[in-house]
């Protein structure tokens, strides 16, 4: 089946720190990828997404992700963590019909 | 803001009732989705609309509709409400028939 997979549930981090949340994907093709986030009570924003060319996608809020063919994997990644980056991700893939992985939490401690 | 709106922000219900969800895509968008978000099943896509068609269909129950009217506006009618149905809905549009989403702020539905 087509998805997306988000292995980790929880990541905790320290401020500062450089932070990967790791997102796979099993499509066909390749898909459009996403990475959205979520604050309690809100709804998904999106960071950044890919659809071709460049397999390294800038986002907003410092955020970055890296498309890699040979391992299924759309990454997302960010240099230095501040307090504001805990949230829910979610990475997403598909096309008319896109859908989401499980979601990590972030969790940043000072 | 997205500029997606949605309402009601949380709905009340009883067992057995029906409700009626509301989504105001942005402006220009074409595409409206509809998300069901629960802590058991997590994000789960019900159902896209573009330009009042429906064009693509995800694990959506039969007790549940949806249709996007002329407007573009889209409303999701939940029917013989469960306990379980009990989650935070969510609408979604875009300007084509793919690409990225822009979501509203969600619905959220309790069912007692």
């Known amino acids: 089946a087509q998805s997306v997979t988000q292995p980790d549930i929880h990541i905790t981090v320290s401020e500062g720190a450089s932070l990967e949340l790791r997102c796979n994907y099993s499509?066909?093709?390749?898909?459009?990828l996403f990475w959205y986030v979520q604050s309690p009570g809100q709804g998904l924003q999106l960071l950044l997404k890919?659809?071709?060319?460049?397999?390294l996608v800038q986002g907003i809020k410092g955020f970055e992700a890296e498309f890699k063919r040979s391992q299924s994997s759309f990454n997302l990644r960010k240099p230095s963590v501040h307090w504001s980056d805990a949230a829910e991700y979610f990475c997403?893939?598909?096309?008319?019909?896109?859908?989401f992985g499980t979601g990590t939490k972030l969790q940043v401690i000072p | 803001d997205s500029g997606v709106t949605q309402t009601p922000k949380h709905l009340i219900t009883a067992t057995g009732q029906r409700v009626t969800l509301r989504c105001s895509p942005r402006?220009?968008?074409?595409?409206v989705y509809w998300y069901q978000q629960s802590l058991d099943q997590g994000l789960q896509f019900l159902i896209q609309?573009?330009?009042?068609?429906?064009?693509a269909k995800g694990n959506i129950l039969e007790r549940f509709s949806a249709q996007q009217f002329p407007d573009l506006h889209s409303e999701l009618n939940l029917s013989s409400l469960e306990l379980g149905d009990s989650a935070l809905y969510f609408c979604?549009?875009?300007?084509?028939?793919?690409?990225?989403?822009?979501f509203g702020e969600g619905s959220r539905l309790t069912v007692l």
């Open positions: 979604a549009s875009s300007v084509g028939e793919a690409g990225e989403l822009f």
């Open positions: 499509y066909g093709a390749t898909p459009y």
């Open positions: 890919y659809f071709s060319g460049d397999t």
């Open positions: 997403a893939g598909g096309y008319q019909k896109v859908t």
């Open positions: 402006s220009g968008d074409l595409s």
């Open positions: 609309y573009y330009n009042g068609e429906e064009r």
